[in-house]
């Protein structure tokens, strides 16, 4: 039983840590839906943009890996940018359909693109503050220093940007434009500037991430999809342009995928001969999208959603 | 009178010239040849082409400084000299495109039979067409073991597959108990039990756990944690967590590349002290695994050819040198089991003295290659006729090989199991995170 009582602990921390982790990569995608209605489906590609640029800028200038962060970030927002005013802008002007497909094809763009430049080897950066460092927390529960620091991270920048968004002239007007574009319009706001602001934002979060991650996952050009299945059911879950909501969800799937190992515990403790080999890791992903599954039948807006 | 002279000259002379024209043998001896020379798995593809043209090189020409058969002579010597020319596809990964390749070079270029594939999903598909057309198809590097599991008449296998790798294992964890690794005292039973294993969920992985579940029963191991995970998965802390709650003194694992990496960081971030870790070649046997640096020291992996055989070994030394100085470097697992699948075509040919399917098929199934010819560390090559599975090469074995760190600092395989031609002693237990 001590040692069910160990594994529950293990489990939620690691849960928590992970789920913020979750979290923090979601953050940009909500951002992004949240203002202009359009599902990113290029977002986990600007997470892989964010780890390429440390992985690369780190030795380049000598400095420690987590040093180039505000440069991850800077890229992720100048990608963010780019992409609103050279694609994006001009899918506005036709119908959902060629929104999501313009996104699918900015991914399989980028995708390709880091491809043809980096080649498809997975790679890892083997030296710097928080690379293979781990701190001890409790009896036994053990926590990866690259996961906690984006466990860090994932709580500031939901705290900026919901501060950015609650509490500043620029972040009313982001919301005004995501309540009613037309009437922000009248009211004398800069559409335009929101939405490039947006996906500056959005960006800069995941460009962010993807520097920080890089420390402790190796890089290869189709990580992104590792990370941004994940992150859709967040922001689904969380409903989709809820900034609240993200977080939440975040954590409750940091908190299903970490199951597995308290089930294991439980076998153990009651020594089940016949529930043994019984394993659901290969099902936690499943445990996750039958929770998404029965959200969206019970509440289609997700936990903290306003938007349908 | 001056007729019946002329017609019966006409008759004898044909008479002398058929036999002659039956007996006379090809100039060349076609073989197809199809790898993975483009796409996802290219690289291994390069090293595939490289080993059987080195092959094929050996056994057109006489070269004394190899202590080969078939570099005795130029060409096969039965079917007075013919030599062995190679027409070489690219199946791209692809079953479908490597079926209809076969079909090309059966219909148009009349191979007179087949190597490849390399993956066993195309392999399978190949080999079923040439087991329509009745064209001999040798296998030396898929090792999926459902392919000899089919009753084919027309296909052999000479690489051991994934249930003789597993036993390999588990035959080498019995050897450490009993204190036959070099350098290791006999290991308590109890300090590698339990076991837990994970591989990756797909076709490859989830067959390397059922073998795994097998053996370890048989050779009366516990299995405390068998799991079955995504390989393009975003985080394994739950897996590891799961896996050191068991308390194991063997992890075993079949990974692809990007995980096997996220595994062993996930391993060391959790302090994993585990006395032995396993990976079932794959990811465990790439580059970037060996990037991972002091991480990876004292961990296992199977294979079937390490460059430290060339140490024990003069003849995989002797045709090691040839492939650097055609590649620039030593031969790998990949490399010497494509050399080795082209130099049995040789000397099924050569036992066949003909390009009859037939006549190579009867070849195929009785022949026997001594494993003092071969250039990977086996007993031999003999296939089976008979039992539950057919065409497989039974003297064939697997490598067990550890990370070390060499006298350059560098960090290197060498071999562990079998014990008898280990390289270096064994690092006991693995030094823990």
């Known amino acids: 039983m001590e040692e069910l009582g160990i594994q529950i602990l293990k489990s939620a921390v690691s849960g928590l ?173 800069s559409t335009e500037y929101m939405n490039a602001l947006a996906w500056a934002v959005g960006g800069a979060s995941v460009g962010v991430a993807g520097g920080l991650l890089v420390n402790f996952w190796p890089v290869e050009p189709g990580v992104g999809l590792l990370f941004t299945m994940i992150a859709f059911a967040t922001v689904a879950l969380g409903g989709f342009g809820s900034v609240r909501g993200a977080l939440v969800a975040g954590i409750l799937i940091g908190f299903i995928v970490n199951l597995p190992p308290v089930w294991d515990a439980i076998l153990r403790s009651i020594d089940a001969a016949g529930l043994r080999g019984m394993e659901i890791h290969s099902f936690k992903y499943t445990m996750v999208y039958a929770v998404y599954f029965l959200i969206m039948v019970l509440r289609p807006q997700g936990l903290f959603g306003w938007k349908q | 009178m001056r007729k019946i002279a002329l017609v019966s000259a006409i008759v004898l002379l044909a008479a002398m010239l058929v036999p002659a024209m039956a007996w006379s043998a090809p100039k060349e001896i076609k073989i197809g040849v199809i790898y993975p020379l483009t796409g996802p798995a290219a690289a291994a593809g390069r090293e595939l082409r490289a080993g059987a043209e080195l092959a094929a090189e050996i056994a057109n020409k006489v070269m004394p400084n190899i202590n080969m058969d078939m570099a005795k002579n130029a060409g096969v010597k039965s079917m007075g000299g013919a030599k062995i020319t190679l027409i070489i596809k690219d199946h791209q990964g692809n079953p479908q495109l490597g079926a209809d390749l076969a079909k090309k070079l059966i219909k148009d270029d009349k191979v007179v039979g087949i190597l490849g594939c390399y993956h066993s999903s195309v392999t399978k598909t190949v080999s079923a067409v040439c087991e329509r057309y009745g064209v001999p198809m040798i296998n030396g590097s898929s090792t999926s073991p459902t392919l000899t599991k089919r009753d084919f008449k027309w296909f052999w296998r000479t690489t051991p597959h994934d249930k003789w790798f597993t036993k390999d294992l588990f035959e080498f964890l019995v050897g450490l108990t009993k204190g036959r690794a070099k350098g290791v005292k006999a290991v308590p039973k109890q300090d590698l039990n339990p076991l837990a294993a994970a591989c990756e969920k ?154 009859d399917p037939k006549a190579i098929q009867a070849a195929c199934n009785t022949i026997s290659i001594p494993g003092a010819q071969l250039v990977v560390p086996w007993v031999g090559i003999k296939f089976s006729t008979k039992g539950e599975e057919i065409g497989q090469n039974v003297l064939g074995g697997g490598l067990i090989g550890q990370y070390q760190k060499q006298k350059d600092g560098k960090i290197g395989l060498e071999v562990v199991y079998p014990f008898d031609i280990a390289t270096a002693p064994m690092v006991y237990p693995f030094q823990g995170y």
């Open chain 2, 202 to 355: 797909t076709e490859w992985g989830s067959n390397v756990a059922i073998e795994i579940k097998n053996f370890a029963k048989e050779y009366g191991f516990t299995l405390a944690s068998d799991i079955l995970y995504a390989a393009k998965s975003p985080d394994l802390s739950s897996e590891v967590q799961s896996m050191i709650a068991a308390k194991p003194g063997a992890m075993l694992f079949a990974s692809y590349t990007s995980d096997a990496l996220l595994m062993i960081k996930t391993l060391k971030s959790m302090k994993a002290k585990p006395k032995i870790i396993w990976g079932q070649d794959a990811g465990f046997d790439k580059p970037e695994f060996v990037a991972l640096g002091d991480d990876i020291v004292g961990i296992l992996t199977r294979s079937v050819f390490l460059p430290s055989v060339v140490k024990m070994k003069p003849l995989s030394g002797q045709v090691n040198d040839l492939y650097v100085k055609m590649m620039g470097h030593d031969l790998g697992g990949a490399s010497a089991r494509s050399f080795t699948g082209l130099q049995t075509w040789v000397y099924v040919l050569e036992k066949a003295g003909s390009t």
């Open chain 1, 17 to 189: 840590i992970m789920g913020l982790v979750f979290a923090l990569v979601a953050l940009g995608l909500t951002v992004i839906f949240g203002v202009m209605d359009i599902v990113n489906f290029a977002h986990g590609e600007f997470l892989m943009v964010g780890m390429y640029t440390t992985l690369l800028t780190s030795p380049l200038l000598g400095v420690d890996p987590v040093l180039t962060l505000p440069l991850a970030g800077l890229v992720g927002a100048v990608l963010g940018v780019m992409c609103y005013f050279g694609l994006i802008r001009f899918l506005l002007r036709g119908p959902m359909i060629a929104q999501l497909f313009g996104t699918f094809g900015l991914m399989i763009f980028l995708r390709n693109l880091a491809l043809l430049f980096m080649g498809s080897e997975p790679r890892i950066i083997h030296e710097g503050w928080l690379v293979g460092k781990s701190i001890l927390v409790g009896p036994g529960v053990v926590l990866e220093s690259t996961k906690v620091a984006a466990a860090a991270l994932s709580l500031i920048s939901f705290a900026v940007v919901w501060w950015f968004i609650n509490r500043t002239r620029v972040g009313k007007a982001i919301t005004a434009t995501s309540l009613d574009a037309e009437g922000a319009r009248y009211m004398g706001i």
